[in-house]
């Protein structure tokens, strides 16, 4: 297997692969499995081989677990902190007891307070990337992102990112302070930001767009045939694009891009992340097996030419209808 390609994530100097690792399913998030049940020794061993074969952009957040996520990669990193470039999010007020309070807060206190536990569980002494989880209505972005300037002057953040917010948010941050990447759900089957103009923003900025949930949250991996598919404690049970009529819409979408996948001897998860990087955008798929994350990475070599992005783009045109993202859109793209 070659080596990852390398990509300067917008315009403000960092450089990472073409290709990423969500580590969110790796933890369970209060009580419930993100994507099925997870193991700590295996979860570990698909961060090994990612690092191994270059994929060293780890992402994660004070809210998957809470905690537990960033401690797992604490320990799986230890002793390898200079391979790894770390993206973390923070936003979801969390009580140090681990109890998310329901709200989002992006004070300037709560950055700081934030920042000091996510470096203690990452046992690290700087975060590459940390971003906004989500944006806070109550507290000014102007403030949220001054606060996340300072930390960057203290060597504590290298780069700052946003996630789920709108073209106007992302003018105000940035004259604040240059933003490096904005992170949404994006992918073949999910792509608002298109709509939106979100993504011409970023151009016209020179920030970086990292797409996470690449393959649709799993949809695109075709391991489910029926809802019933889904493990009981699986969140994606309580999402649109995975219930009723809905789902079976999206199967018949997914069966015309897998004739492609088959034309191509790869998967539709691979053409899913494939599709991505070719919009010149870099991916974060999901994964807590050794297996899968090969098979992400090759993905990332691809090559995929106008026509064969003009055939997967006629099968789900911009403004199909494959279900919303979440139950509640309203803490997105604002």
């Not at 970086?208 to 649709?216: I, R, T």
């Not at 999402?239 to 789902?247: A, D, K, S, Y």
């Not at 015309?256 to 191509?264: L, P, R």
């Not at 991916?283 to 050794?290: A, E, L």
């Amino acid at each position: 297997m070659d080596n990852i390609k390398q990509v300067k994530l917008g315009s403000q100097g960092l450089v990472i692969p073409t290709i990423g690792l969500g580590c969110m399913g790796m933890t369970d998030m209060m009580g419930m499995a993100t994507y099925g049940q997870a193991n700590d020794d295996e979860s570990i061993a698909t961060i090994h081989r990612s690092l191994e074969l270059g994929g060293n952009l780890l992402d994660t957040a004070d809210l998957y677990g809470p905690f537990k996520n960033e401690q797992l990669i604490a320990k799986a990193i230890q002793g390898k902190r200079e391979q790894v470039i770390i993206a973390s999010k923070f936003g979801y007020e969390i009580e140090d007891n681990t109890k998310p309070t329901g709200k989002i807060n992006g004070s300037k206190a709560y950055v700081r307070k934030a920042v000091e536990r996510s470096l203690k569980n990452l046992n690290t002494d700087y975060i590459d990337l940390y971003y906004l989880h989500r944006l806070d209505k109550n507290t000014p972005i102007e403030e949220t992102v001054g606060a996340m300037s300072e930390l960057v002057k203290e060597g504590k953040i290298g780069y700052i990112g946003l996630s789920e917010v709108g073209s106007e948010t992302i003018r105000k941050a940035h004259q604040i302070h240059p933003l490096t990447a904005v992170q949404t759900e994006y992918s073949i089957f999910e792509r608002q930001v298109e709509e939106l103009g979100i993504l011409k923003t970023l151009k016209e900025l020179g920030i970086g767009f990292v797409a996470y949930s690449p393959l649709g949250r799993g949809f695109m991996s075709g391991q489910f045939k029926k809802p019933e598919d889904l493990p009981e404690t699986d969140f994606r049970r309580y999402l649109p694009r995975f219930q009723g009529e809905q789902f079976y819409k999206n199967i018949d979408l997914l069966n015309e891009i897998e004739k492609i996948a088959k034309e191509k001897d790869v998967t539709c998860s691979q053409l899913a992340i494939a599709w991505v990087i070719a919009k010149g955008f870099v991916p974060i798929p999901g994964t807590k097996r050794p297996k899968y994350v090969e098979q992400n990475i090759l993905a990332s070599q691809i090559v995929l030419d106008n026509k064969d992005m003009e055939r997967l783009e006629s099968i789900i045109p911009l403004g199909t209808e494959t279900g919303n993202r979440y139950g509640d859109m309203s803490d997105v793209n604002l």
